[in-house]
């Protein structure tokens, strides 16, 4: 999430002082990284649910298809 919020934060520096080109960048970063998140702050990888394409998330085991969860894997340990 510190990654997330510190392309934003370049971003609108760059947008006033006027490098468009370079806030479009830095607002992609952060739209990908943010994608990329679970609501538990942890990341998904990109995994099978029957047989569609899914996202799993690392940390609560939460699968999601098309940004919904779906599920949450009943296999999961939480690490800490």
């Known amino acids: 999430m510190d990654k997330v919020l510190e392309y934003c934060t370049r971003g609108i520096i760059q ?6 080109e370079k806030f479009n960048n830095y607002k992609q970063r952060a ?3 943010n994608e990329l998140m679970c609501k538990c702050g942890g990341h998904r990888i990109k995994a099978r649910y ?3 394409a899914a996202m799993l998330c690392t940390e609560c085991g ?3 298809i098309d940004n919904k969860v779906v599920r949450k894997c ?4 939480r690490v800490s």
């Open 62 to 64: 939460r699968i999601y």
């Open 31 to 33: 739209i990908k990284i």
């Open 15 to 20: 947008y006033l002082n006027g490098d468009y």
């Open 50 to 52: 029957g047989k569609r």
């Open 74 to 77: 009943l296999n999961s340990r």
